[in-house]
């Protein structure tokens, strides 16, 4: 199989489904290795896909909330492939949606925990070995809800993202390591499988949530300029093209995948 990450290991975290599954399926179609880290067993699921194609994949369930979480996904590529060449940092995701002044303390922490731990740990777990190599690419999904409405959390979480993306450029950058970050826009996707949401998927929450969640949505589609969501693939591509060698001289940058909304 050939195409632009023939001979690449990369690892996708939270790729049991959305962007992440297709991230990582699009990934192995251009020749690339992966291996699919969620805590969901519908990674299996994924993986399995990717094998019956034609690719060649590994999956395992494991929690990215934590540091020892993300120690076992890198000892696991490490053991299974012998090398890391990309960390797509996918985990993430809005929980709650509501006014800050309505927000529990836990949902707060909660929040943070989800969408800027996980890139902080993966990040921290793999980059020995890419400094070993003096090689490697570490492509962080941001989000351009780092100005938005109900998402204070994930904004300020989202927001530190962008400053880990960064700060860790410019200090790995003459390591051989690039760190780069795509702030996605809204994205029209399927029904999730396994809501964010303890409460349930968004039209299935209480009547006062859902009002505020169409008017996250409302305000999204006002501010992108093109005036609708983007696609799952509209949002995988950049990721894919900063992943690549044809990104080479890019490093610690943002890249707005909004429509036309930076965020």
């Known amino acids: 199989m050939n195409g632009r990450f023939k001979g690449k290991v990369a690892i996708v975290t939270g790729s049991a489904q959305g962007i992440g599954a297709v991230l990582a399926q699009k ?5 690339g290795t992966v291996v699919l880290a969620d805590r ?23 929690d990215l909330e ?3 979480g993300a120690e076992e996904m890198t000892l696991h590529a490490i053991k299974t492939y012998g090398q890391i060449d990309i960390l797509f940092n996918n985990v ?3 929980i709650w949606t509501r006014p800050f002044e309505k927000y529990e303390p836990s949902h707060i922490e909660d929040e943070v925990r989800r969408s800027l731990f996980p890139t902080l740990w993966c990040s921290r777990a793999v980059l020995p070995f890419m400094v070993e190599r003096a090689k ?5 999904v941001s989000s351009i809800a780092t100005k938005s409405i109900y998402r204070v959390p994930y904004a300020a979480a989202k927001g530190g993202v962008n400053a880990l993306t960064a700060s860790l450029a410019m200090e790995v950058a003459q390591k051989g390591v690039r760190v780069v970050a795509v702030a996605v826009g809204g994205t029209e996707a399927p029904a999730r499988r396994i809501p964010r949401n303890p409460l349930g998927n968004p039209f299935e929450l209480p009547e006062e949530d859902k009002v505020w969640y169409q008017e996250i949505i409302d305000q999204t589609r006002e501010s992108t300029y093109l005036g609708r969501y983007g696609t799952i693939d509209e949002m995988v591509a950049p990721l894919l093209f900063f992943a690549s060698d044809e990104a080479s001289y890019i ?12 965020g």
Request: aromatic share 4%.
């Open 92 to 94: 993430g995701g809005t």
């Open 40 to 62: 969901s067993p519908l990674v299996h699921e994924v993986a399995g896909n990717i094998e019956e194609s034609g690719g060649t994949a590994s999956a395992i369930e494991v």
């Open 66 to 68: 934590t540091y020892s």
């Open 27 to 31: 990934f192995a179609q251009e020749g």
């Open 251 to 262: 490093t610690g940058s943002v890249l707005p995948a909004g429509g036309g909304d930076q």
């Open 136 to 140: 490697g690419v570490i492509v962080n």
